[in-house]
């Protein structure tokens, strides 16, 4: 039991090395032709937004709206793939409730 409970503690010291570091680590996602670039971080955050000065056209701002959530969207989602990756190969695959 004391085994059993030390592991547990080493696998808990290594998941809040593992969440520390993906905050260093980005995902870059590019929609409407590389238009916008939204880039996030393992820890779920937008780190940085790029528009390239030609889609921006101020009769069609939806559409600049449109692709700023769709590439915000797809970098979270990139990002959640990104640590939870991480999280299966320091876990084992054992999917455990809370930390991805």
Partial sequence: MGNMLKQAQQLQSK?????????DKTVEASVGGGMVKVTAN?????????IEPEVIDPDDVQ???DLIVSGANEALKKAQDMVSEEMNKLTGGFNIPGLT
């Fill in 63 to 65: 559409m600049l709206q």
């Fill in 42 to 50: 393992g820890k779920q955050q937008l780190v940085s937004v790029q």
């Fill in 15 to 23: 998941i809040f090395k593992l969440q520390e570091e993906m905050a």
